[in-house]
């Protein structure tokens, strides 16, 4: 078992920036690929950014490359996890943020689809006011 904890989110303005973290706890010891969607009432979740833990493939999708980077926690204090820096952002940015994480399979892909992952966090809101 995994358990992912997002911390970070917050409100911003417009044009500001926030970073996600994703702390992860349990069977570390194996490779993930980890992901960060995106979640709007009503709607199912996007991906927004994808990365490889055995691997160096990272992801950004295309709604946001350019503004957002996802990042392994190569701090010495983290037994695992991820970054999202998110800047530039905007209002249609806001949604609640999910960490989620999958067995890797291939270390040169992670999955696109929500349902491939295994493990979820709790979310963490965002909300860009314009």
Request: hydrophobic share 40%; glycine share 10%; net charge neutral.
């Amino acid at each position: 078992l995994l358990q992912l904890d997002e911390s970070g989110g917050g409100s911003v303005q417009a044009g500001g920036s926030l970073r996600l973290s994703c702390a992860a706890a349990g069977n570390i010891y194996r490779l993930y690929c980890l992901a960060w969607f995106r979640q709007i009432p009503g709607q199912e979740r996007n991906l927004v950014a994808r990365v490889n833990t055995g691997g160096d493939f990272t992801a950004v999708a295309d709604s946001f490359k350019g503004r957002f980077a996802i990042a392994q926690d190569t701090t010495a204090s983290a037994a695992f996890g991820v970054h999202l820096q998110m800047d530039s952002l905007v209002s249609q940015d806001t949604g609640l943020y999910y960490c989620a994480a999958a067995p890797v399979i291939s270390r040169s892909r992670c999955p696109e689809h929500s349902a491939e992952y295994t493990y979820w966090g709790r979310g963490t809101q965002v909300t860009v006011s314009s």
